[in-house]
Every structure is written in structure tokens, then in C-alpha cells.
């Protein structure tokens, strides 16, 4: 949550090539070929109700207020915050929540999963339904790799105070929004997931049940205020600017996680609207990273998903919501560093603003806008046709509705030229 894809052939071990990236300056950059997507239209549209929650699950939100609709605490842990998401071959997906309420303080109680649903779109009258299915996993450290105190295992028991109403669990090496901000997923062929997240930021990895299989991986030279090593030392990244996406190559041996905003050296660079593309191999991070250029500093990174070897998907959007929404766009990035300066280079697919919707599907009129303040999910159907989905900051409302909660809202979209899609990175499993 910012209030602030794929299969892949992807075993224990990272194998790579870096990406590498010299220092350029702002003026050298290229936008890229700004095309029209004027051709892209809604084909499908499905929502979950932003009140659905896991059957039998913790109560939560004892940190937080909640809403004139939704008052706190809630009755058990909300499926959303769609953060990551996993296209199953199915129809179903994946979807990784973040951790929870916004913040370290605030998401003790909120438990970090991922869960499936299933989208059920109806392409005659917009009326469509996505539909919760399970909790796939919850995620945990069973082995004790995560080298500081974990809410449940310490981090409670320490606590000057709680709010009324909670109690601090047995330990159970469960994990939670205080212990991790998850924010991007990949899912390897022998079942294992990579996680991006915000609080180190940190890339993470999971066996199939969840289970942390080593240690967090830390990013060199950047920390966020939320990182548990800090200690007197200084951040150098906002929080909320970690890990936003994360994509890997079809090969499975290109992993590159991808920052959500700008370090403080970037900025004092004159850098402000530049994203660093990071490199991992072999569980390491490259010394050499590339940079996205953002059309405004005040962007930020929605997702980031690999087409093929050399392109991916980019979600960059705006701090707006509702009516304040101007900007919400899906860019085609070249990889291949081309010019050698260091920059990717963009084309525009998507506008989210501005997506034709000639059958009238949804009940938001055509041409179909998007005007969510997070949209954090991007995925590849096939060569015509993606998925994108919100994150709902639950139980905030702004996108829709100034009072009531925004839903978990699931597009497809037809694209108005087909994507160069690498057949490893279709929806399997």
C-alpha cells in the first residue's frame, strides 16, 4: 500500500547478466516515442467489494480508525491492497496484499498473504463479479533467518502499550505489516515466490507455503526510514518508495526490482524523475543499475513486468484520486540501453484516463477512466490483451466515491497493437 509475472524458470538461485547503467545527465534523456493509444478498449470489467474478508480469520485494524462505513477494528483480515499479481492459466490470480494499513505503526494485526481470485467479467451488461476463492499462503519465517525481532516472535511482547481489544499472539513466526511492506511478486516454476518490498527495501524469498527460505536480501546503499538496521544511521529513501515492481526475464536468470521513487542521491543529482532499475544474480545485486525517466518528478511507479528479454511493461501514475486524477499511464520500456546512456527508453500504450469502452462495460461511461491514487497490478493475457488492477488502500474511498470504500476493480484491456509476448511469461500454473 502507498500512502504513501509472471512463471518463470526460476530455480534456488538467480543467474544473470547485469543491466548495467552510467551516470548520465537529466538533459541526455530520451522520452521515447510518445505514440497515441487511443485504439486500446475495455473488454472486461469485474469488482470485489472492498468489505471481503478472509473466513475465520484474526480480527485487525486495532491501529487504525477506520471509516464513517468501515469502523475499526475490522471483523477479520480484509483481502486487499493488491500489490503483486500472478496470472494463473485458468483465469484465476495470484494477488499479494501489501502490508496492510499504510504503515509500520498501523498493520501489527494485519497478517501478509497472498490469496487467489478469480475474475467473472460480463461482457454484455458490465455487471461483473471477481470472486474470492482462498487464502493460497500467509508468510512466515519458521527458521528464524530474519535477523531482528518479528512482531509475533518479540516485537508485541516489547511494546510499551497496545490498543484495547488486542492481545499479543503466541509466537508463531507469522509475519505482518510490521515486519514487511510487500509490494511486487513473482512466482518461479519449482513454486517459490520473490517478493519486492518497501521497508528495507528488501527482495524476499518464499517456498510455496509461504516459508521464508534465507535471509532478506538488502539493497546496497539504500535504506528507508522503516528499515529494522537503520539504527542511527540516515535513510536515504522515502518510505513507500521500495520495491513498487519487480519483473524477470524469460529465461528466469534476469531478476530486476525496480524503486518506486527517487534516492535522496538521485535527487540532489538533479535526478528527481529518475527510477532505479536494479540488477540481482545469484542472490546478489549488480554495483550497476539502469534509470526510467518519469514525465514528473511527483510520479511514481505503479508495476513493472517483463514482455520479453528486452521489453517490459510500466505503470507510472500520479498522486491523484477521483477527480484530482490526470495521470495513470502504461509505458512499453526498452531494456537494451540502446544509446548507452544509461536510460530506458518508453513508448505509451495505455492512458488508464482515457480507454474506450464502446460496449459499455463498468458503470463509468465511455471512454472508461481509472482514477484510482494506487493502480499496482499489470499483467500479460496474451499478446492482445492485458489485466490491470487497483490497490484499494482499504478502507480508504476517494476513487469512486467520496465516502464509500473503493473496491478491488479488475480491466481488460485489448491493446491496440499486440505486445512482442515471450511464451514463458503467458499465464501458467
Same mark, same amino acid.
Given at each position: 500500500?502507498?500512502?504513501?509475472? &509472471? ?47 478472509? %473466513? ?25 491492497? =493488491? ?11 495470484? $494477488? ?74 503466541? %509466537?508463531? &513466526? ?82 530486476? %526490482? ?17 527510477? &532505479? ?29 517483463? $514482455? ?6 510500466? #505503470? ?16 512499453? $520500456? ?9 536510460? $530506458? ?22 471512454? =472508461? ?5 494506487? #493502480?499496482?497490478?499489470?499483467? #500479460? ?49
Amino acid at each position: 500500500m502507498t500512502l504513501g509475472p &509472471r512463471t518463470l524458470a526460476l530455480a534456488t538461485a538467480l543467474a544473470v547478466t547485469a543491466l548495467g547503467a552510467p551516470a548520465t545527465t537529466a538533459s541526455a534523456i530520451p522520452h521515447g516515442s510518445e505514440v497515441d493509444p487511443g485504439g486500446a478498449v475495455l473488454s472486461a470489467w469485474s469488482v470485489l467489494p472492498a468489505t471481503t474478508y478472509v %473466513p475465520g480469520s484474526e480480527r485487525s485494524g486495532h491501529w487504525t480508525s477506520g471509516s464513517a462505513v468501515v469502523p475499526a477494528p475490522y471483523v477479520g483480515q480484509p483481502v486487499q491492497g =493488491f500489490s503483486g499479481t500472478h496470472a494463473l492459466a485458468d483465469g484465476a490470480f495470484l $494477488v499479494l496484499s501489501d502490508n496492510g494499513f499504510g504503515a509500520k505503526a498501523n498493520s501489527a494485526d494485519f497478517l501478509l498473504a497472498v490469496h487467489r481470485i478469480t475474475p467473472e467479467p460480463d461482457d454484455v451488461d458490465g455487471s461483473g463479479e471477481t470472486t474470492y476463492d482462498r487464502t493460497a499462503l500467509t508468510f512466515s519465517d519458521p527458521r528464524s533467518l530474519i535477523p531482528w525481532t518479528t512482531w509475533r516472535d518479540g516485537g508485541c511482547a516489547a511494546a510499551d502499550v497496545v490498543p484495547a481489544g488486542y492481545s499479543c499472539p503466541e %509466537p508463531d &513466526r507469522l509475519l505482518t505489516g510490521w515486519d514487511f511492506d510487500p509490494e511486487s511478486l513473482q512466482v518461479a516454476d519449482d513454486g517459490t515466490l520473490w517478493v519486492g518490498e518497501e521497508f528495507g527495501p528488501y527482495v524476499l524469498h518464499f517456498d510455496a507455503r509461504g516459508r521464508l527460505l534465507e535471509a532478506p536480501l538488502p539493497t546496497p546503499g539504500v535504506r528507508s526510514p522503516s528499515n529494522p538496521t537503520l539504527g542511527a544511521g540516515m535513510p536515504n529513501l522515502p518510505n513507500s518508495k521500495g520495491y513498487e515492481g519487480m519483473s524477470i526475464s524469460p529465461n528466469g536468470q534476469v531478476l530486476h %526490482p525496480m524503486l518506486e521513487g527517487a534516492t535522496d542521491e538521485d535527487k540532489a543529482a538533479g535526478l528527481a524523475d529518475a527510477l &532505479r532499475i536494479y540488477t540481482v544474480r545469484k542472490g546478489e545485486f549488480d554495483d550497476r543499475f539502469l534509470r526510467y525517466r518519469m514525465e514528473s518528478p511527483a510520479h511514481a511507479l505503479g508495476d513493472f513486468i517483463q $514482455v520479453n528479454n528486452h521489453e517490459a511493461l510500466v #505503470i507510472e501514475r500520479d498522486n491523484g484520486q477521483g477527480p484530482t486524477a490526470a495521470f495513470k499511464r502504461i509505458y512499453l $520500456v526498452d531494456l537494451r540501453d540502446t544509446d548507452r546512456d544509461g536510460w $530506458v527508453s518508453k513508448t505509451l500504450v495505455v492512458d488508464l484516463m482515457d480507454v474506450a469502452n464502446p460496449g459499455g462495460l463498468s458503470p463509468y461511461g465511455d471512454p =472508461f477512466t481509472f482514477p484510482f491514487f494506487t #493502480i499496482e497490478d499489470v499483467e #500479460i493475457l496474451d499478446a492482445d490483451t492485458i489485466a490491470v488492477m487497483n490497490d484499494n488502500n482499504f478502507p480508504a474511498a476517494g476513487g469512486r466515491s467520496t465516502t464509500q470504500p473503493d473496491q478491488n476493480e479488475y480491466l481488460e484491456i485489448t491493446l491496440s497493437e499486440p505486445l512482442r509476448v515471450d511464451h514463458r511469461l503467458m499465464p501458467r500454473g
